[in-house]
């Protein structure tokens, strides 16, 4: 798959499709659940190494009685679940588009993918904490109605930011088949312009994954954590593929795909 432009296709007369966020989360939570077990897993095998890089951190924030300032220790667990989960993308997305993967894969992706992913994360947090930052700062600060505005701005500009954040990693994943390649720069440039183009489909898909989040995080569903992050890729990694469709990057598929079973001798 070559390189792509969001603003046109190479058939300047064909009306692109128009993306459905429904059929994209029926076609996610679908796929979730026929692949419960790796879900599971993935999930769980994550978890496990984001405790243990955060137990380190506690530790070591302990001995050293840094107080505040110990929070950076955190940063490593954080970036070990974001690295590992760009693993578990890599093969949700192999599934996805019918590559049948095994558990390796997952593995696979993370050494392919940890260099890019992690530059990403240092700036999807570069980028969070300032504009969050500034919010606060300007919100909380004099009571002028410049502060106010700026704050306001610097509120919106998160959101908008966070928004775009949600294609982060299946676009990483993605651009290993584009010319351009898994680059920090191009994904937060490609998720920009899916944004910008599709404002109604992302922010459902948004609110979607924000309230799957919660869902998870409520005491009466705390056993619901196990398929976050599993599920959370399905949905996210079917919905970029229903813009590609969109844009003439991959086409599309019947919702049912028939198998015909073993060939005949």
Same mark, same amino acid.
């Given at each position: ?21 429904? !059929? ?57 679940? =974001? ?23 997952? =593995? ?6 940890? =260099? ?25 600060? !004099? ?33 290993? !088949? ?83 079973? =073993?060939? !005949?001798?």
């Amino acid at each position: 798959m070559c390189g792509y432009n969001i603003a046109m296709t190479d058939e300047k007369d064909r009306q692109p499709a128009r993306p459905s966020l429904a !059929r994209a989360l029926r076609k996610g939570f679908r796929a979730a659940y026929d692949n419960l077990g790796y879900v599971v897993f993935a999930t769980f095998a994550v978890f496990l190494v984001t405790s243990a890089f955060f137990a380190t951190g506690a530790a070591l924030a302990r001995e050293a009685r840094l107080g505040v300032g110990g929070i950076m220790l955190y940063l490593p667990a954080v970036c070990a679940a =974001w690295i590992s989960a760009a693993g578990v993308f890599y093969h949700v997305d192999k599934s996805v588009y019918h590559e049948y993967p095994s558990l390796v894969d997952t =593995w696979t992706g993370i050494k392919t993918l940890a =260099w890019p992913a992690a530059k990403l994360f240092v700036l999807d947090l570069a980028v969070t904490t300032l504009l969050l930052g500034d919010a606060v700062f300007f919100l909380t600060g !004099r009571r002028n109605p410049a502060f106010a505005i700026f704050g306001v701005a610097c509120g919106y500009a998160a959101l908008v930011w966070m928004m775009t954040a949600t294609y982060h990693l299946p676009l990483l994943v993605a651009q290993l !088949r584009m010319e351009s390649g898994p680059r920090p720069f191009v994904v937060v440039r490609k998720s920009f312009l899916l944004t910008l183009d599709n404002p109604g489909f992302t922010v459902g898909l948004f609110v979607v994954i924000i309230a799957l989040a919660i869902l998870c995080a409520v005491p009466a569903f705390i056993g619901a954590a196990v398929f976050y992050l599993g599920a959370a890729a399905f949905v996210l990694t079917h919905a970029l593929r229903e813009l590609f469709v969109k844009y003439g990057i991959v086409e599309e598929e019947p919702e049912v795909i028939e198998d015909d079973g =073993w060939p !005949r001798s």
